[in-house]
């Protein structure tokens, strides 16, 4: 069964720096586009960052360019957001999700199909 899992949330304080870790199981991520997606409360849910198969194309949201970084280990069957410099509009539940695609496509939800159950992420003093 193809599953994502989550995990590398918790709290955090402004300034401070989180990773967060995304385990594909039943399944090989190597020809897996994905994407990192988090939703605010209230808020719709909104791309983060994605990555091609390859890791060769990304993506990467205006409102945390130079801050996240999205990466894969293919061997290793994980997907990482580096995320730092966190401010408190960056408090969300962070989900990763899979579609089978070769190659970067768009980085939005109805892109994926497969999704993890989310890790929560809050930023606060």
């Known amino acids: 069964q193809l599953q994502l899992v989550e995990s590398g949330g918790g709290l955090v304080q402004p300034g401070g720096s989180l990773r967060l870790s995304c385990a594909a199981s039943g399944f090989s991520l190597d020809n897996y586009y994905i994407g990192w997606f988090r939703q605010a409360p209230g808020k719709e849910r909104e791309g983060v960052s994605c990555i091609s198969d390859s890791g060769g194309s990304t993506n990467v949201a205006d409102s945390v360019k130079g801050r996240f970084t999205i990466s894969r280990d293919n061997a290793g069957n994980m997907v990482y957001l580096q995320m730092n410099s966190l401010k408190p509009e960056d408090t969300a539940v962070y989900y990763c999700?899979?579609?089978?695609?070769?190659?970067?496509?768009?980085?939005?939800?109805?892109?994926?199909?497969?999704w993890g159950q989310g890790t929560q992420v809050t930023v606060s003093s």
């Open positions: 999700a899979a579609e089978r695609r070769i190659g970067p496509g768009l980085c939005i939800s109805a892109t994926f199909h497969y």
